[in-house]
């Protein structure tokens, strides 16, 4: 290993299912892992054999949308992608709403909100 390296990030959402549905679509991630939370709830690890996304959601919690306001604690979440514009279409065609294009050096990149508000950058870096 050259240095450390970003190996997942745990996110709560109000249901793991739908979350791990939606990002094997729109990134074709697999499943790793699914079971009980040691809080008593569940997670879903989503994501490729080097790095994953980790769904947790708690037991018998009733989440609002204050739950999921932007920036408490989380800003966004970074995906880097090879085809900017498949998976801009795939964010789309899951009803999603790809916002604040912008091209700059040394890549291009969009974000998205999923249903719980969590917001995704999509970058990349390969030559248009």
Do not use: C
């Amino acid at each position: 290993m050259a240095g450390p390296r970003l190996e997942h990030v745990n996110l709560t959402v109000r249901d793991p299912d739908r979350t791990a549905r939606l990002m094997t679509e729109l990134f074709g991630w697999q499943i790793r892992w699914r079971g009980p939370a040691r809080d008593g709830g569940r997670t879903i690890h989503i994501g490729s054999r080097e790095q994953y996304l980790a769904l947790h959601t708690g037991r018998d919690v009733a989440y609002t949308p204050d739950d999921f306001a932007k920036g408490r604690p989380l800003n966004h979440v970074g995906v880097e992608v090879d085809d900017l514009d498949a998976v801009k279409a795939r964010v789309a065609a899951a009803g999603l709403k790809p916002f604040n294009h912008d091209d700059y050096e040394p890549g291009r990149r969009f974000y998205f909100l999923d249903p719980d508000g969590i917001e995704y950058e999509v970058v990349s870096y390969a030559a248009s």
